[in-house]
């Protein structure tokens, strides 16, 4: 069985059987309380026999995409399975079946783009033009606002079963954190 956790969009958590179909799952909408809701989440799926873990790398915000990724390490840690990084954007381009252009909010009057054309021969979404963050315009586009976390662990299962890699370990923020380091202590006269 494998687990995915994802927190792109709202949190969402599932599990999956080695079937592909849905076990477990669970989900929030909520943008902004992931680190409260995703331990009870994961608690509401878990199950005997996960032996892997699909993380949602992203597009997403800074603190979101951090607090998932950490909570799928941290579960993969503690059971000694591996962690199967997968961009959240394959999981809502699973199912087309010709091009489709995945439009996630990306805050701060932006979106997040990725552009793919059906399936690849293992049946992973076929990326054809990289996730890229543009100005939203004027012309109305359809943004996703949810995700399938029962679809990003399908991505997973087929990424394992073709030996592939469809992500690295560190997420696709796209932007800079708002934080910034201080600079050196102002100088004070006496």
């Known amino acids: 069985m494998i687990l995915a956790v994802d927190t792109s969009l ?40 996960i032996s892997h873990v699909v993380a ?4 997403g915000p800074f603190t979101g995409l951090r607090i998932g990724i950490a909570a799928a390490r941290a579960f993969a840690l503690g059971r000694g399975i ?42 992973i979404p076929h990326l054809v033009r990289p996730t890229r963050l543009t100005r939203r315009g004027a012309e109305p586009v359809h943004e996703s606002a949810e995700l399938s976390a029962s679809a990003l662990a399908r991505v997973g299962a087929r990424a394992i079963a073709a030996g592939r890699t469809l992500a690295d370990a560190e997420p696709l923020y796209l ?15 006496g």
């Open 82 to 123: 591996p962690v199967i990084p997968v961009p959240s954007h394959y999981a809502i381009a699973l199912d087309a079946d010709g091009p489709v252009t995945v439009v996630t909010d990306a805050h701060r009057r932006e979106i997040a783009v990725s552009e793919f054309d059906g399936s690849d021969a293992d049946g």
């Open 10 to 49: 709202g949190t969402a958590v599932a599990v999956i059987d080695a079937d592909g179909r849905t076990v477990a799952e669970a989900s929030t909408p909520d943008r902004l309380g992931h680190a409260e809701v995703v331990g009870d989440l994961l608690a509401r799926v878990a199950r005997r026999g």
């Open 56 to 59: 949602g790398m992203g597009p």
């Open 175 to 189: 932007r800079s954190p708002d934080v910034v380091l201080p600079g050196p202590p102002k100088r004070v006269s």
